[in-house]
């Protein structure tokens, strides 16, 4: 670990529900290249560049049920969206790890993108900026 994430008024984090936070841990350290921050319990933090993705699992009291009882869990379609340089080198190394692709590789003016799962089914945007 490199360093403690420390909470302030500027921080921000995203929070995704993981049911086992090891695995999810080599997934995005191994396949995404994010690092190791900081283990705390039944979460993870992990981060790529500036941005932190804290990994919590249901024993995590951000998984703990909604007052009317409805069950936290992963998955939706909200994303945190990663920037690649070469977007198909990263779909083949992703394909070699077995992950799942949501979809086809999406093109217009922005650039390229594809939508891929993390290992609980959290959605994640690889995008390419367009090559000028």
């Known amino acids: 670990m490199t360093n403690v994430f420390v909470p302030d008024r500027n921080a921000a984090i995203v929070r995704y529900q993981v049911t086992d936070p ?5 997934f995005y350290t191994d396949q995404l290249g994010f690092r190791l921050v900081q283990r705390a319990g ?3 933090i992990v981060a790529r560049g500036d941005l932190h993705v804290l990994l919590s699992s249901p024993e995590a009291s951000g998984g703990r049920p ?3 009882g409805t069950r936290q869990g992963p998955g939706g379609w909200n994303r945190i969206v990663l ?8 779909i083949a190394a992703l394909h070699k790890a077995h992950t ?3 979809n086809a590789i999406e093109a217009g003016p922005g650039g390229r993108q594809i939508l891929l799962d993390d290992p609980d089914g959290n959605p994640i945007e690889l ?6």
């Open 22 to 26: 090891e695995r999810s841990l080599t």
């Open 66 to 68: 909604m007052g009317d």
């Open 127 to 132: 995008h390419e900026a367009p090559k000028h």
């Open 100 to 102: 799942h692709l949501r």
């Open 42 to 44: 039944p979460v993870v």
């Open 83 to 90: 920037y690649v340089e070469d977007l198909d080198a990263a």
